[in-house]
Nanobody, 123 residues
Framework: QVQLVESGGGLVQPGGSLRLSCAAS????????AGWYRQAPGKQRALVAA???????NYTDSVKGRFTISRDNTKNTVYLQMNSLKPEDTAVYYC?????????????????WGQGTQVTVSS
């Protein structure tokens, strides 16, 4: 069973920091491009940050300079370091990744989502 497992969400005060992790588990051959999305109540899910396999990144304007996406290809894990958090960052954060994996004698590809982790920024 191939899946993305997220961790690291929680409650933090404005100005605080959190680090989210997204680990690909199962018979993973490679994690290609990956990204973090968020969905606030009553809003659509939107891209926060993305990273290619080689490490090129892009961010939505509202998090530039505060959030950093990174990856460890040896651990098949993607991270989102969030600093200077604001109440408007409150949302469920989802990891998304393009996975290459083994299935029997085959190598398959698929787009996967994590289960989501709640981030709440409040005093």
């Amino acid at each position: 069973q191939v899946q993305l497992v997220e961790s690291g969400g929680g409650l933090v005060q404005p100005g605080g920091s959190l680090r989210l992790s997204c680990a690909a588990s199962g018979s993973i051959f490679r994690v290609n491009a990956a990204g973090w999305y968020r969905q606030a109540p009553g809003k659509q899910r939107a891209l926060v940050a993305a990273i290619t396999r080689s490490g090129s990144t892009n961010y939505t304007d509202s998090v530039k300079g505060r959030f950093t996406i990174s990856r460890d290809n040896t651990k098949n894990t993607v991270y989102l370091q969030m600093n200077s958090l604001k109440p408007e960052d409150t949302a469920v954060y989802y990891c998304n990744a393009d996975l290459i994996y083994y299935s029997g004698s085959y190598i398959l590809a698929g787009d996967y989502w994590g289960q989501g982790t709640q981030v709440t920024v409040s005093s």
